[in-house]
């Protein structure tokens, strides 16, 4: 964790508590470049071990790993996560190709990128970061990238595969701890249809963006037709299996999925009329992941209960009722049951 990262932190407990840090373990290292500033020091100091102390309520937290622990009272980790495992070393084109996907409603911005545009220089806070493959891209694009996940498996993984290019707490994301208007960016991929009060949720989120910032979403619309009833069937068989058995069913799935969905959509996607057919095969948009890397969307799926499919006119109305500008809300382009979002904050 870097030390200046404790000036955008907020106590979870109390809501609005600023932290004194206390330093057990840190070292110096140098500034990577999308970090340096004109006239500021060419070192940063990263705290390894620690405690926050919320100077109003008097609440403690530790740190540890590197990442605050920063939970409300009395809420616990967050689900185990089939990434436990995952790791990747340097740029992932396919996460890079998912980033895009998902941030689609961004075109213009994300064409910029590479001559320092939309994240380039920003501060970025990734909630509901998993194992860090979207953070990891968006901080080579030169953003300054906080991810923020509930489960500590979760944000243990994305801390070995991100190193230190971003910061990560693990934290509640309906209750995040940050300080509001502490970003130009927030962004929340696969979240809100798995939390309680996706609405609050929202609005927590929209807190925490500066005015003129942008936020943005991707939820699973609603499911019609054969895909809502296997949705529900295969929640329904797999509520209650241990983690073990839960993993093996996964790699079964991850099997059929890659004989009759992935493999037919890599053939034949190409092809004139059975490309547009091939783009409804269920979960064809992993089909260039790693095997492993399936297995475990697929695990992480079934694990965390989805308990809200969204139309595109309720995200409108959200967005309205925050008086976002530029709101954009469309189907993403290769899968026509869920949808992307953002706007611009007045």
Same mark, same amino acid.
């Given at each position: 964790?870097?030390?200046s990262?404790?000036d955008?932190?907020a106590c979870p407990?109390?809501?609005?508590?600023?932290?004194?840090?206390?330093?057990?373990?840190a070292?110096?290292?140098?500034r990577?470049?999308?970090?340096?500033?004109?006239?500021?020091?060419t070192?940063?100091?990263?705290?390894?071990?620690?405690?926050?102390?919320?100077?109003?309520?008097?609440?403690s937290?530790?740190?540890?790993?590197?990442?605050?622990?920063l939970?409300?009272?009395?809420?616990?980790?967050?689900?185990?996560?089939?990434?436990?495992?995952?790791t #990747?070393?340097?740029?992932?084109?396919?996460?890079?190709?998912?980033?895009?996907?998902?941030?689609?409603?961004v075109?213009?911005?994300?064409?910029?990128i590479?001559v320092?545009?939309?994240?380039?220089?920003r501060?970025?806070?990734?909630?509901g970061?998993?194992?860090?493959?979207?953070a990891?891209?968006?901080?080579?694009?030169?953003?300054?990238v906080v991810?923020l996940?509930?489960?500590?498996?979760?944000?243990?993984?994305?801390a070995?595969?991100?190193?230190?290019?971003v910061?990560?707490?693990?934290?509640? !994301?309906r209750r995040?701890p940050?300080?509001?208007? %502490? #970003?130009? +960016?927030?962004?929340?991929?696969? !979240?809100l +249809?798995?939390?309680t009060?996706?609405?609050a949720? #929202?609005?927590?989120? +929209?807190?925490?963006v500066?005015?003129?910032g942008?936020?943005s979403?991707?939820?699973?619309?609603?499911?019609?037709? #054969?895909?809502?009833?296997?949705?529900?069937?295969?929640?329904?068989?797999?509520?209650?299996m241990?983690p073990?058995?839960?993993?093996?069913?996964?790699?079964?799935?991850? %099997?059929?999925?890659?004989?009759?969905?992935?493999?037919?959509h890599?053939?034949? %996607?190409p092809?004139?009329?059975?490309?547009?057919?091939?783009?409804?095969l269920?979960v +064809?948009?992993?089909?260039?992941?790693p095997f492993?890397?399936?297995?475990?969307?697929?695990?992480?799926?079934?694990?965390?209960?989805?308990?809200?499919?969204?139309?595109g006119?309720?995200?409108?109305?959200?967005?309205?009722d925050a008086?976002?500008?530029?709101?954009?809300?469309?189907?993403?382009?290769?899968?026509?049951?869920s949808f992307?979002?953002?706007?611009?904050?007045?």
């Amino acid at each position: 964790m870097r030390r200046s990262l404790v000036d955008s932190l907020a106590c979870p407990a109390c809501a609005d508590g600023r932290f004194d840090l206390v330093i057990h373990t840190a070292h110096e290292r140098e500034r990577w470049r999308a970090e340096v500033t004109a006239g500021e020091p060419t070192t940063v100091t990263e705290v390894e071990k620690g405690a926050l102390h919320c100077t109003q309520c008097g609440a403690s937290f530790l740190i540890t790993s590197g990442i605050p622990r920063l939970l409300p009272p009395g809420v616990p980790d967050g689900p185990s996560t089939g990434h436990r495992l995952t790791t #990747f070393d340097g740029p992932v084109p396919e996460h890079e190709e998912n980033f895009r996907d998902l941030l689609g409603n961004v075109a213009p911005g994300v064409q910029a990128i590479e001559v320092g545009g939309a994240f380039l220089g920003r501060r970025v806070l990734d909630a509901g970061c998993g194992f860090g493959r979207h953070a990891a891209v968006a901080s080579r694009w030169g953003a300054h990238v906080v991810g923020l996940d509930s489960s500590a498996e979760a944000i243990e993984s994305a801390a070995k595969n991100v190193g230190d290019t971003v910061d990560l707490v693990q934290g509640d !994301v309906r209750r995040p701890p940050f300080r509001r208007e %502490s #970003f130009d +960016h927030v962004y929340s991929f696969g !979240v809100l +249809h798995h939390v309680t009060e996706p609405a609050a949720t #929202f609005t927590a989120l +929209h807190a925490l963006v500066k005015p003129g910032g942008r936020l943005s979403v991707w939820v699973y619309g609603p499911r019609q037709g #054969f895909t809502r009833v296997a949705t529900g069937a295969l929640h329904g068989a797999t509520t209650n299996m241990s983690p073990e058995s839960l993993y093996r069913f996964s790699v079964g799935l991850s %099997s059929v999925l890659r004989v009759f969905s992935h493999t037919p959509h890599r053939l034949l %996607s190409p092809v004139p009329f059975l490309g547009a057919v091939v783009n409804h095969l269920p979960v +064809h948009d992993h089909s260039r992941w790693p095997f492993d890397v399936v297995v475990a969307d697929v695990y992480d799926r079934l694990r965390v209960p989805v308990t809200h499919y969204f139309p595109g006119e309720e995200l409108e109305r959200w967005y309205g009722d925050a008086g976002y500008l530029d709101i954009q809300v469309n189907r993403r382009v290769r899968n026509t049951e869920s949808f992307r979002a953002t706007g611009i904050k007045r």
